[in-house]
């Protein structure tokens, strides 16, 4: 199943550096894992904000909501979900 997810980070103001630091690097390593898996399709940052597009490829609605509580940023984003599905004029095979 495929999801389109913007994600919005809002860190704290008064937020430790290095915590914030520790943190980014943690919600990296792990993207980029879920990335090598296929499981998060694409990544797109929105210009001028701390936040991004992705598109999920996930089995279940419930393993798309456990990938995203599993991010270390999770406590700190507003997070908007849409399921997606096959546009019957796509061209592209690998739509699902």
Not at 21 to 27: D, F, R, V, W
Not at 37 to 61: C, M, Q, T
Request: with cysteine; aromatic share 10%; charged share 25%.
């Amino acid at each position: 199943m495929l999801f389109h997810v913007k994600m919005t980070v809002n860190l704290p103001v008064d937020m430790d550096p290095a915590q914030a630091a520790k943190i980014k690097a943690e919600e990296k390593a792990l993207a980029q894992g879920l990335m090598r898996e296929g499981k998060w399709r694409h990544l797109w940052r929105i210009a001028g904000f701390y936040a991004n597009y992705s598109v999920f490829d996930v089995a279940s609605v419930d393993e798309l909501h456990n990938t995203l509580m599993s991010l270390p940023l999770y406590p700190y984003m507003d997070i908007e979900v849409d399921a997606l599905c096959r546009h019957p004029s796509s061209i592209r095979d690998d739509d699902r």
